[in-house]
C-alpha cells in the first residue's frame, strides 16, 4: 500500500520540539513557509502576545492576524448581571459598521438604556442511540428519562463546573436522540459537554443492552450552524434586550419616525418569509462577529448565535403624549464565555477588561452572564441602526462616507458623533 504513494510527498509543516510554541520555532515554522510559498509574512510575523499561550487555541503557529477594533458607545445596559454605561469593542473590517452600532447604542441610551434579561443558560450535545426496533427505542428513551438522577451524578464525576440539567429523547424511527442540556458556568463548554456526555452514554449503553451502537455527535444540537431548534434556546443563552424609543429621539438620532421604521420592519418580515429565512433580523451576525472576534470567542459559533428575532412596533408614549417606537431583539442561542478558549489571549482580555468582564478569581468567574447582556443590547443598537438607515434613504450614503470607497469624502450622512449629541 505505502509502495503506491508517490516517492516525492509533500512534507507537513515542520513540528519542532514540543509542537513549537516557543517563539524560535514559530519563527522558523513561518520562515520554512515563506520559503516554499514565496509569500510576505512581515505583519503577520509582528506578534506582541506569547506564543506559548497558543497552546491548546492553535496548531502550526507563524503568527498572528490584526483586525481594527474600533470602539463604540456610550451604550446604557439595564440589565441583571450588567447594568451601566459601556463602551464596546467591535474588531472589523467593515467601513461604516462601528459608527452604525454607535449610532444606535446613543439612541438607546438617549432612551434610558436598554432592558436585557436572560431566559435560559445552557449548551447541549445530542448523542444519538440505534436500538433493533421501534419498540426497544422506546423502552430505551422510558428507560434514559427516568433515570436523570443518576446521568446527573455521572455527569458530576466528569467536571466540576459543569451540571447536567435536562435530558430529553428525541425518536427517529428506530434511534433515539439524547439532548442532554448542561450548565457550563462561565465557559462555552463544548468540551465540558463532550466528556460527560460520552460518559452518559457509556452507562447508558451498558444498562441497555439492546444498544446496537451509538455515537456522541448527531447533529441535533446545531452546534455552530443555524436550524429552527435554536430558536426554543437551549444552545447557549437565551437573552432578550428592549427598549421603547420616544418619537424625538427617533428623529434627532437616527432620522426616521417610528411609523416609518415599524412599516419598514413589516415589509422585511414578508421578505424574510418568502426567503424562509430561520428567525427574523437586519445584520445581527455583523455585531456579534466584531464582539467575537474583540472579546476571543469561538468565531463560528456566529452561525448559531445569529439566529435571532428583531420586532420594532409603533406604541403610545404616555410620557411623551406621542408616538414612539418600541424595539427588541431576542437571541435564543447566544454562545459566549469569559473563561477558555481564546478569551484568555492578552487581546481578548483587553477587550473582555474593557467590559468589565474578565475580573474575578479565576479570571472571569460569574461574567459570561453579564457580557451576554451586553451583547444583546449591541445587537439591539445594530438592528435600530440598520432599520433607520433603510427606512430613511440613508443606508448606501452612510457605506460611501464611512466604507472603503470613499472613507471620510462625505458629510451627507450624519451621525450621532456629527450633530446629535
Not at 59 to 88: D, K, M, R, S, W
Not at 97 to 118: C, F, K, N, Q
Not at 136 to 149: N, Q
Not at 202 to 231: C, F, H, M, N, T
Amino acid at each position: 500500500m505505502h509502495d503506491r504513494l508517490p516517492k516525492d510527498r509533500p512534507p507537513l509543516v515542520p513540528r519542532y520540539r514540543n509542537q513549537g510554541y516557543d517563539r524560535e520555532s514559530v519563527d522558523l515554522r513561518r520562515a520554512w513557509v515563506a520559503e516554499r510559498s514565496g509569500a510576505n509574512f512581515d505583519h503577520v510575523g509582528r506578534c506582541s502576545l506569547d506564543t506559548e499561550t497558543f497552546r491548546g487555541n492553535a496548531e502550526n503557529v507563524i503568527g498572528t492576524v490584526q483586525t481594527p477594533v474600533g470602539v463604540a458607545g456610550p451604550l446604557q445596559v439595564c440589565g441583571e448581571h450588567a447594568n451601566g454605561v459601556f463602551y464596546v469593542p467591535l474588531a472589523t473590517t467593515e467601513g461604516a459598521l462601528v459608527r452604525s452600532y454607535e449610532r444606535g447604542m446613543v439612541a438607546l441610551t438617549r432612551a434610558g438604556g436598554a432592558e436585557v434579561r436572560i431566559w435560559l443558560d445552557r449548551n447541549r450535545i445530542t448523542p444519538v442511540f440505534t436500538l433493533p426496533n421501534v419498540i426497544a427505542a422506546r423502552d430505551f428513551a422510558r428507560h434514559a428519562e427516568s433515570e436523570m438522577p443518576r446521568w446527573r451524578d455521572v455527569a458530576a464525576s466528569t467536571t466540576q463546573h459543569g451540571r447536567l440539567e435536562g435530558l430529553t429523547c428525541v425518536p427517529a424511527g428506530r434511534e433515539v436522540y439524547v439532548d442532554l442540556e448542561f450548565h457550563t458556568a462561565d465557559a462555552h463548554g463544548m468540551n465540558m459537554l463532550s466528556k460527560a456526555g460520552d460518559a452518559i452514554c457509556r452507562a447508558l449503553a451498558a444498562a441497555v443492552p439492546d444498544v446496537v451502537r451509538w455515537q456522541i455527535l448527531s447533529g441535533y444540537s446545531a452546534e455552530k450552524r443555524a436550524a429552527g431548534s435554536l430558536l426554543r434556546g437551549g444552545k447557549g443563552k437565551k437573552v432578550t434586550a428592549g427598549c421603547r424609543i420616544p418619537e424625538r429621539t427617533v428623529r434627532a438620532v437616527l432620522h426616521s419616525t417610528p411609523e416609518d421604521m415599524a412599516a419598514m420592519w413589516h415589509r422585511t418580515v414578508v421578505g424574510h418569509l418568502a426567503s424562509g429565512a430561520i428567525g427574523h433580523n437586519g445584520h445581527v451576525a455583523n455585531g456579534l462577529t466584531a464582539l467575537f472576534l474583540a472579546t476571543g470567542q469561538d468565531v463560528a459559533n456566529v452561525a448559531n448565535s445569529s439566529v435571532a428575532i428583531t420586532q420594532l412596533e409603533v406604541v403610545f408614549d404616555e410620557d411623551e403624549g406621542r408616538q414612539a417606537l418600541w424595539a427588541s431583539v431576542t437571541l435564543p442561542s447566544l454562545s459566549v464565555a469569559t473563561v477558555g478558549g481564546g478569551t484568555g489571549l492578552g487581546t481578548s482580555r483587553e477587550c473582555l477588561g474593557l467590559l468589565g468582564c474578565a475580573d474575578g478569581d479565576p479570571p472571569g468567574q460569574g461574567q459570561a452572564p453579564k457580557l451576554a447582556e451586553i451583547v444583546a443590547a449591541t445587537v439591539l443598537a445594530g438592528e435600530l441602526s440598520m432599520a433607520a438607515a433603510i427606512a430613511s434613504g440613508e443606508f448606501v450614503e452612510a457605506h460611501e462616507s464611512y466604507g472603503r470607497n470613499r472613507p471620510g469624502e462625505s458629510d451627507a450622512v450624519r451621525t450621532e458623533s456629527d450633530d446629535a449629541r
